[in-house]
Each structure stands twice: as C-alpha cells, then as structure tokens.
T-cell receptor, first 110, second 119 residues
C-alpha cells in the first residue's frame, strides 16, 4: 500500500516563530488533507489540498502532486497551535482508501 | 450543522470481554469511516461504508471486529473478544457523497472518538 511519511516527528518552537511541516507519499493520490489533533484528541480538518496552494489565516499549505509531497506552513505560531499535525492521502483506485502519516507533534512555548 | 456524534467517550473493559461503539454521522454524508488510533500513531482505517455497503474492510481484524451500518445512517463497531492490543481511540468520520473534488468528497469530518482501555 501507499506509504506516508511526515517530518519532523517532533518540533518545539517559541511563540511567534514560523515552521514548515512536510508530508511525503510514495505513489500518486487523488487528494490530500491536513488535520490538527488538539490535546483533547479532536481531529480538525485544516486543508483539503490535492494540488496547488491554499491559505487560511496564519496557515498555508502547498501540494506538489507530481513530486509526491505536501508542505504545511505555520507563521507567527501561538500556543494554541500545539498538538499533532497529520497528513492523510486518498486514492480512488483503492475505493477511497485513506492512509494517514504518523504525524508531527508541535509544541509552542510561550 | 451538527457534527459527528460518538459514544461512549470512554470505556474500560477486561480482556476477552466485548464492547460496542456507536457513531451518528453528519446528516447527508454517504460515506462513513471507522479508524483505530493507537497512542503515538496516526489513525488506521478499519472499515469504510458507502451508504450501507462496505467499500473497504481490508484492515479490519474480522475474527474479532465487526461493523454494520443499518439504513445507511448510524453505525456500530463491535469488538468481541477484546485483547490488550485493542486499547486505542476509535474514531468515526463521515464525508459527503460523490467523487468530484468540487463536491468535497473525501473531506473528512471526525467525531470526538471513543477511548478504549483493555485491562
């Protein structure tokens, strides 16, 4: 099956710093989503981004499908950004089967 | 719109006992997913329903896990008998119908999860 690798596994930042999270996938995909899992375990959809670039406030994401990677940018980080960020890919050829990476754990210190 | 509802939020059982989790997806969402998330890992898909039919259950341990989605709405995931390694959070998600990217197909919305501890 398709492999999804996220890096770095852990990231510690001071409040106000910027960061880039990466998601590599081993085969072509039909779409890709980024999620944030808060400290209470709730998964929140951040971006639905099969290709191109999207921005939402301090967050933006870019997917280069031909090179099989996606990047999530967090600017001016805040303590509330702490949590685990997951990338998930979908392939319609596998009946919409989804595969998640193991996440990047972000800690933003005040 | 109301979100994805799951219950119970927490469950503690002893090994070899049985447990059931319930999920009510967002109204109108044709696709329903059950994931297992073990501590420190990403969610792993157990089963995916399209309406009340199974689309993918290739990673469901069918000797002990079962799931159903009656009438294409609510779903129940059952584990019998439970093992220690089943301790995890069981997440339910739903997505709108269709395969066109513009329709938001496969844009998942998750419930809060059900945390299972097997002693």
């Amino acid at each position: 099956g398709i492999q999804v690798e996220q890096s770095p596994p852990d990231l510690i930042l001071q409040e106000g710093a910027n960061s880039t999270l990466r998601c590599n996938f081993s085969d072509s995909v039909n779409n890709l989503q980024w999620f944030h899992q808060n400290p209470w375990g709730q998964l929140i959809n951040l971006f639905y981004i099969p290709s191109g670039t999207k921005q939402n406030g301090r967050l933006s994401a870019t997917t280069v499908a031909t090179e099989r990677y996606s990047l999530l940018y967090i600017s001016s980080s805040q303590t509330t950004d702490s949590g685990v960020y997951f990338c998930a890919v979908f392939r319609y050829t596998n009946a919409g089967k989804s595969t998640f990476g193991d996440g990047t754990t972000l800690t933003v210190k005040p | 719109e109301a979100g994805v509802a799951q219950s119970p939020r927490y469950k503690i059982i002893e090994k070899r006992q049985s447990v059931a989790f319930w999920c009510n997806p967002i109204s109108g969402h044709a696709t329903l997913y059950w994931y297992q998330q073990i501590l420190g890992q990403g969610p792993k898909l157990l089963i995916q329903f399209q309406n009340n039919g199974v689309v993918d259950d290739s990673q469901l341990p069918k000797d002990r896990f079962s799931a159903e989605r009656l009438k294409g709405v609510d779903s129940t995931l059952k584990i019998q008998p439970a093992k220690l390694e089943d301790s995890a959070v069981y997440l339910c998600a739903s997505s709108p119908p269709g395969r066109r990217l513009s329709s938001g197909a496969n844009v998942l919305t998750f419930g809060a999860g059900s945390r299972l501890t097997v002693l």
